[in-house]
């Protein structure tokens, strides 16, 4: 029997790639990988891939409700949360559940620009 790892790759779909992946890299400090797939941008992030990429055939996201993802936990990992909880909602971005202390740290949850739901923690 084949034995499953891990998640080795997580990719959103999105509505306007190039602003998606300027709001990864401008407001959460991502870098791109050097390379990647048509139609996708990766980010050279740790331990897992992570991309923002053109919606597959067949995928509305205007359609999902009651957001992109609803169901879908992606937790991102930061130095700082709280400073980061605050740099984005200076920049005005939603934020859907603010600061608070866990057993993972400082954790806080942000709408990204498609509406999927990001929690940091640090």
């Not at 999105?14 to 400090?29: I, K, P």
């Not at 055939?57 to 930061?78: E, K, N, S, T, Y």
């Amino acid at each position: 029997m084949a034995t499953v790892t891990g998640p080795d790759f997580i990719a959103l779909q999105v509505r306007d790639l190039d602003a998606s992946a300027a709001f990864y890299e401008e407001r959460l400090g991502l870098r791109r990988a050097p390379a990647g797939p048509p139609g996708a941008v990766v980010f050279d992030t740790t331990p897992v891939a992570f991309a923002v990429r053109t919606p597959l055939p067949g995928v509305d996201l205007d359609a999902v409700a009651p957001r992109p993802g609803a169901g879908v936990a992606l937790w991102l990992r930061a130095d700082d949360a709280q400073q980061l909880h605050d740099d984005l909602a200076d920049a005005g971005v939603t934020i859907l559940a603010a600061p608070a202390d866990s057993p993972f740290g400082r954790t806080f949850t942000f709408a990204d620009p498609d509406g999927y739901a990001v929690t940091v923690h640090s």
